[in-house]
Nanobody
Framework: QVQLVESGGGLVQAGGSLRLSCTAS????????IGWFRQAPGKEREFVAA????????YYADSARGRFTISRDGAKNTVYLQMNSLKPEDTAVYSC???????????????????WGKGTQVTVSS
């Protein structure tokens, strides 16, 4: 069974940067789409960014585009989310997910995805 483990969350001041990591164990990403979601207290889960493992095609929510960059490291079986120019409204639990042969519409819904990590807290202070 594949497991996803996130790391890199923490506390940062507005305008600062963090890099989140999502590492898979028990298998390879292969033909998966992998991405990041976030959820703040009292709010619905929100799609942030995604990448196709095989072609490294990337997708971004409007809230992330221009500030966040998703990438992968094949040797480490890891997907990264580089977050720059962070704002207090970026505060949330960030979770990674993976789904085999997803379309973006299916993946970004967050429904019925194959694997989820437990999440990592990102807090941006003002």
């Amino acid at each position: 069974q594949v497991q996803l483990v996130e790391s890199g969350g923490g506390l940062v001041q507005a305008g600062g940067s963090l890099r989140l990591s999502c590492t898979a164990s028990g298998g390879a990403f292969s033909n998966y789409m992998i991405g990041w979601f976030r959820q703040a207290p009292g709010k619905e889960r929100e799609f942030v960014a995604a990448i196709t493992w095989s072609t490294t095609t990337t997708y971004y929510a409007d809230s992330a585009r221009g500030r966040f960059t998703i990438s992968r490291d094949g040797a480490k079986n890891t997907v990264y989310l580089q977050m720059n120019s962070l704002k207090p409204e970026d505060t949330a639990v960030y979770s990674c997910a993976a789904d085999l042969a997803s379309t973006l519409l299916t993946f970004s819904s967050g429904n019925e995805l194959d694997y989820w990590g437990k999440g990592t807290q990102v807090t941006v202070s003002s």
